[in-house]
């Protein structure tokens, strides 16, 4: 197992608003507490993450571990042109996570990323994954990944992840692909999150939910966004 260092790209991080202020961040979560404010330009967030991630020494480090000759088609196939809606969603996933497991990365103690979603075991405070997570450096990617119609209850979550232990896989897409703006990292099914903390932070978060009265159309719909804190370990 080849120790991997951890990677920030919000250290000395500093983006100008839309109102020409200079936003200067350190951490991870001083990019957690900016996008979950209500009235803020968050696309300024993504852009950054990925400009610093492509000069970003350690995260170089990270592709140099992953397949040099190719790679494996079923990531771009998931990327591209999975849904939850396809006969074979299943087994997608399952092919996915074999080849996460078989040459991802292994992710540093300490590595910080998130994800958007709704913690799904509410009256516990652990959960084993079955699948493969979608992650990201870009908590504003995080909260879009919330919207149209993905979600329709009364209730969204940012997670925030810390990794714990040693041993967990994970494939980075490479930052030449299509959407590198997501900056992506698929973590392997089997994980276990020990949820450490739950915050309400807004109950005015809006998503995208579809229109009752119009086909194909969406309206918004206030609801709560939390910010739902995970140490990750090994299931």
Not at 189 to 201: E, R
């Amino acid at each position: 197992m080849n120790a991997l260092k951890c990677v920030n790209p919000y250290q000395n991080l500093t983006i100008e608003n839309v109102d020409g202020v200079d936003i200067k961040f350190s951490t991870f979560e001083d990019a957690i507490s900016y996008v979950v404010k209500p009235n803020h330009d968050k696309n300024y967030i993504s852009e950054a993450v990925l400009k610093e991630l492509k000069k970003n020494r350690d995260y170089k480090e990270w592709q140099k571990q992953l397949p040099t000759t190719r790679i494996p088609n079923i990531f771009w196939k998931y990327k591209n042109r999975y849904s939850k809606q396809e006969p074979n969603a299943h087994q997608i996933l399952n092919d996915v996570d074999l080849e996460i497991k078989k040459c991802g990365i292994y992710l540093p103690v300490g590595q910080q990323l998130c994800h958007g979603g709704v913690w799904w075991e509410r009256n516990n405070n652990f959960a084993i994954t079955t699948y493969p997570l979608s992650l990201t450096f870009s908590p504003t990617i995080a909260l879009r990944l919330l919207n149209r119609g993905k979600y329709c209850g009364d209730r969204v979550d940012l997670f925030f992840m810390t990794i714990k232990e040693e041993g967990i896989r994970a494939f980075p897409y490479p930052l030449t692909c299509e959407h590198r703006i997501e900056t992506e990292v698929l973590i392997q099914s089997g994980i276990k999150l020990n949820l450490v903390n739950d915050t309400l932070v807004r109950t005015d978060f809006k998503i995208g939910v579809k229109d009752p009265e119009i086909a194909c159309n969406y309206i918004d719909k206030d609801c709560e966004l939390h910010i739902v804190e995970f140490d990750v370990t090994k299931g």
